[in-house]
């Protein structure tokens, strides 16, 4: 299968390796991986914000970018999220009824990772290896607006070496949110706080998620504990071998 990757500007930015693991692990699969590198941002931080129509511009230019391609897969349910679900609502508001319709056609074919494997594939073991105590934290888009359920747990229990540990309320968000840390940071702080001390109650070394975003804010609240426990990518546990550990 011929795979267009939207990697989303946070990860090309920040965390490329994520990226890199992507494709490796859908290299691995047998599946032919190709990026556009004309490709920049969904438009999720300005739709947030409230600026409708320069988010709205970054959907047109994604639809033009991606309108050719067989299958789009993001390692982020925040931003497939975004292109799925908020991106033809916004487009209806904004009374642009070609772009809302243009991005539905576009809709069936943007997966976010786990459920690509998972959902579209029917794959659950994708032949990773990574020896150490781990726990997923669901992230709210990937949870509440994609439903992609327990498919990154199923990969995880399939990953010879490492074992799973469950995370005390793991629905509850993290407090980053985008923009919402940043303009309640109190309460956001509140939120990450919680989440901190329930991943280190599991007795994990690595708290894992679908989406940069999300383990960024968890990262550095552990970090500032100087707790030992780290955050990693789904893909970048997926993505390592008895050869190779990306993370």
């Not at 982020?76 to 975004?82: E, Y």
């Not at 989406?211 to 100087?226: F, P, T, Y």
């Amino acid at each position: 299968m011929k795979i267009d990757l939207f990697i989303t500007c946070l990860n090309d930015a920040l965390f490329p390796t994520t990226g890199q693991a992507t494709v490796a692990l859908l290299e691995r699969l047998g599946h032919e991986v190709r990026f556009n590198a004309a490709q920049t941002c969904c438009g999720q931080m300005h739709l947030n914000t409230g600026y409708r129509r320069d988010a709205l511009s970054l959907v047109r230019k994604f639809v033009t970018d991606f309108r050719d391609a067989e299958v789009i897969v993001l390692p982020s349910g925040s931003c497939a999220a975004m292109l799925r679900e908020l991106a033809p609502d916004a487009a209806h508001w904004e009374g642009d009824e070609e772009l809302r319709q243009e991005v539905l056609n576009l809709s069936g074919r943007i997966f976010e990772l786990s459920e690509f494997l998972v959902k579209k594939l029917g794959i659950e073991d994708v032949g990773a290896a990574y020896p150490h105590r781990v726990t997923y934290h669901p992230t709210c888009h990937a949870m509440r607006s994609l439903h992609v359920g327990d498919a990154p747990l199923r990969l995880l229990r399939n990953v010879r070496g490492l074992t799973l540990l469950e995370l005390p309320h793991d629905d509850e968000c993290c407090g980053f949110g985008g923009t919402f840390s940043i303009k309640n940071p109190d309460v956001s702080t509140a939120m990450l706080a919680d989440k901190a001390r329930h991943i280190l109650e599991t007795g994990a070394e690595a708290c894992t998620a679908g989406d940069n975003s999300c383990l960024m804010h968890i990262g550095g609240g552990l970090h500032r504990l100087r707790s030992g426990a780290r955050t990693v990518h789904l893909a970048e546990i997926l993505a390592s071998t008895e050869e190779r550990v990306w993370a």
